[in-house]
């Protein structure tokens, strides 16, 4: 009997632990395909959302372009001298999205950033978003949680009582 009890807590930690996880982390590579150039798409960010530990990879002959983070003014005037917050330059760079807010990335090479080789992302606090239909109340969305873990608790000990 002590097993089974153990066995019930065992699958009811384990369906708690699947219904409460966080959301993955997504890594978008910039530019798609094309990569952090020249043929850098303008409209790369169309229809992306970036969330609080998403993370950004650059991808980028190392001897042709750079990663340099700067301040919104920076980024509009292509500002490449001084104010940097970050610079990369090793070709495969993977910037971690670790707040919400703006975050202005360009290329310091040259004319590149008034070419286009600029990039701006807007990270979002998932966690912070209000959902789009709001429970009715805590208490209901508590309860139907409550249920969800106990119906696969209940599954996963039935199936363990059959072998």
């Given at each position: 009997m002590a097993s089974r009890q153990v066995l019930l807590l065992a699958a009811a930690a384990i369906a708690a632990a699947f219904l409460l996880a966080p959301a993955s982390a997504e890594v978008f590579t910039v530019g798609d395909a094309a990569g952090w150039t020249l043929k850098y798409p303008a409209t790369w960010t169309d229809g992306k959302t970036f969330v609080i530990g998403d993370s950004l990879m650059f991808m980028y002959p190392a001897d042709k372009h750079t990663v340099m983070e700067v301040g919104g003014a920076d980024f509009r005037a292509c500002n490449v001298t001084g104010n940097a917050l970050?610079?990369?330059?090793?070709?495969?760079?993977?910037?971690t999205l670790d707040k919400a807010g703006r975050r202005w990335f360009i290329c310091s090479v040259g004319p590149h950033c008034s070419l286009g080789m600029k990039l701006l992302v807007t990270v979002v606090d998932a966690a912070a978003q209000a959902p789009a239909t709001p429970p009715s109340s805590s208490a209901s969305f508590l309860s139907g949680a409550v249920s969800q873990a106990m119906a696969a608790a209940g599954a996963v000990a039935a199936a363990a009582l059959m072998f």
């Open positions: 970050s610079t990369w330059n090793s070709g495969s760079d993977t910037v």
